[in-house]
């Protein structure tokens, strides 16, 4: 491995945190290869009358420099 790049992001779902990861994750693929690792540093929600509405990881993303 080379240089490394840390990312930040954040992914959301309204079907849970694991999904706001994937979610997020897959945006990211479309553009960034070589995605090495994610740490989830951060769930939240959005909750409205009681109830979760949509579920948020803040991430980083790591990905190897192919300069």
Not at 6 to 24: H, L
């Amino acid at each position: 491995m080379g240089v490394l790049i840390v990312r930040e992001m954040v992914g959301t779902s309204p079907r849970s945190w694991s999904d706001a990861a994937r979610q997020a994750v897959a945006t990211a693929s479309r553009t960034v290869r070589n995605i090495r690792t994610v740490e989830v540093v951060k769930s939240t929600a959005q909750v409205e009358d009681g109830e979760i509405t949509e579920y948020r990881v803040e991430l980083k993303i790591t990905f190897e420099y192919e300069g």
